[in-house]
């Protein structure tokens, strides 16, 4: 059974950090992108970061380019995106997804098949 756990969500100041987690297990994790997207009350599901499979390539939404990072260690089966200089529109319910494909392509939510819980965070001004 594929399975997606996210961590490390939480309620931070404008300007703090938080890095997140998110541990798979249920398949081969090397092989496939992992991206974050995150929920907003009242707000459509949008993607923040992606890393792929084999070639560790990354994407990032425009709204957080040069604040995350997202890298991922394979022998622990885990992707972390590290959030600097947090603003009050980065809150909301953060979720891990799996594409099945080694690429991140599109950041696009129908394109990823597998999901986690989600992790809220909270920022505020």
């Known amino acids: 059974e594929v399975q997606l756990v996210e961590s490390g969500g939480g309620l931070v100041q404008a300007g703090e950090s938080l890095r997140l987690s998110c541990t798979a297990s249920?398949?081969?994790?090397?092989?496939?992108?992992i991206a974050w997207f995150r929920q907003a009350p009242g707000k459509e599901r949008e993607g923040v970061s992606c890393?792929?499979?084999?070639?560790?390539?990354?994407t990032f939404a425009d709204s957080v380019k040069d604040r995350f990072t997202i890298s991922r260690d394979n022998a622990k089966n885990t992707v972390l995106l590290d959030m600097n200089g947090l603003k009050p529109e980065d809150a909301g319910i953060y979720y891990c997804?799996?594409?099945?494909?080694?690429?991140?392509?599109?950041?696009?939510?129908?394109?990823?098949?597998?999901w986690g819980q989600g992790t809220q965070v909270t920022v505020s001004s």
């Open positions: 997804a799996r594409r099945y494909s080694s690429g991140c392509g599109r950041l696009q939510s129908g394109r990823f098949v597998n």
């Open positions: 249920g398949f081969t994790f090397e092989d496939y992108a």
């Open positions: 890393i792929g499979g084999t070639d560790g390539s990354t």
